[in-house]
T-cell receptor, first 110, second 114 residues
Framework: RKEVEQDPGPFNVPEGATVAFNCTYSNSASQSFFWYRQDCRKEPKLLMSVYSSGNEDGRFTAQLNRASQYISLLIRDSKLSDSATYLCVVNPYNFNKFYFGSGTKLNVKP | DTAVSQTPKYLVTQMGNDKSIKCEQNLGHDTMYWYKQDSKKFLKIMFSYNNKELIINETVPNRFSPKSPDKAHLNLHINSLELGDSAVYFC?????????????FGDGTRLSIL
């Protein structure tokens, strides 16, 4: 079983839509969680960290469900510029090891 | 100011050659990484160094040898390149162990083996 699993998509949504991605992780001892965004042929960039209590940054909301071992990312009022691949990242007990999901591709259409 | 910089950005070479990719970070981070992203876009860790010491080596062939002359640099040397080595290689850095912060990535090096 992979450490981190994501639905590869693509998710094709119209502008203004709300879209949600989930990501499951296998190691219950995982310590920290992140969502990264990767544009085509670019490097991954941190979108937001995911805190136990859930956190929000503008149109983006991240949540952690430790009991079911998944994290989620909700994007409200989608913009064309949100089109990218969203990578779920999990840092397990080993502080120096990060596991990346294979990414979920989002296409926001006019 | 570029936080994590890698060179070259593109590398096209023939099978069997030896090549190096350089990485430097000016963030003052203690930990640096090399990742490989293959054609399926899956990003996989190869190595991690903390304060010039190797701490993670993820079943990478011996042809790949990282070198860290100081904590701000982590270079990757690849011997006897093979077709399967074609990928994008990303360097990254993060704060010291125990501070579970995010990573900062370089722009990537696109390696193509002919």
């Amino acid at each position: 079983r992979k450490e981190v699993e994501q639905d590869p998509g693509p998710f094709n949504v119209p502008e203004g839509a709300t879209v949600a991605f989930n990501c499951t992780y296998s190691n219950s001892a995982s310590q920290s969680f992140f969502w990264y965004r990767q544009d085509c042929r670019k490097e991954p960039k941190l979108l937001m960290s995911v805190y136990s209590s859930g956190n929000e940054d503008g149109r983006f909301t991240a949540q952690l469900n430790r009991a079911s071992q998944y994290i989620s990312l909700l994007i409200r009022d989608s913009k064309l510029s949100d089109s990218a691949t969203y990578l779920c990242v999990v840092n397990p007990y080993n502080f120096n090891k990060f596991y990346f999901g294979s990414g979920t591709k989002l296409n926001v259409k006019p | 100011d570029t936080a994590v910089s890698q060179t070259p950005k593109y590398l096209v070479t023939q099978m069997g050659n030896d090549k190096s990719i350089k990485c430097e970070q000016n963030l003052g981070h203690d930990t640096m990484y090399w990742y490989k992203q293959d054609s399926k876009k899956f990003l996989k860790i190869m190595f991690s160094y903390n304060n010039k010491e190797l701490i993670i080596n993820e079943t990478v062939p011996n042809r790949f040898s990282p070198k860290s002359p100081d904590k701000a640099h982590l270079n990757l040397h690849i011997n006897s390149l093979e077709l399967g080595d074609s990928a994008v290689y990303f360097c990254a850095s993060s704060q010291e162990p125990g501070i579970m912060g995010p990573q900062h990535f370089g722009d990537g090096t696109r390696l193509s083996i002919l």
